[in-house]
Nanobody, 115 residues
């Protein structure tokens, strides 16, 4: 079974930073398109960021300039560095892998931005 496990969420004050990690098993992330999504209370799931197998990145407009997606191939892990966090970033963040035209999902990690 493919498994994606997120970590790094928590409580942070507005303007602070967090780094999320997503570690994969049974797929090689350098050969997959990797994505982060988030779902806030009462809202639909929202695309946040992606990185292709070729290293091309994409972001939703609301996080451009604040979030950075990257890969650590040695650890088979995709990272999401989140800076200058805002209360509206509060959500469950989910890791997704698109591999051989199949989508796989992690369980999510909670990010709460509050004073």
């Amino acid at each position: 079974q493919v498994q994606l496990v997120e970590s790094g969420g928590g409580l942070v004050q507005p303007g602070g930073s967090l780094r999320l990690s997503c570690t994969a098993s049974r797929i090689i992330i350098s050969r997959a398109a990797m994505h982060w999504y988030r779902q806030a209370p009462g809202k639909q799931r929202e695309f946040v960021a992606s990185i292709t197998s070729g290293g091309l990145t994409s972001y939703t407009n609301s996080v451009k300039g604040r979030f950075t997606i990257s890969r650590d191939n040695a650890k088979n892990t995709v990272l999401l560095q989140m800076d200058n966090l805002k209360p509206e970033d509060t959500a469950i963040y989910l890791c997704n892998a698109l591999y051989i035209k199949t989508n796989y999902w992690g369980q999510g990690t909670q990010v709460t931005v509050s004073s």
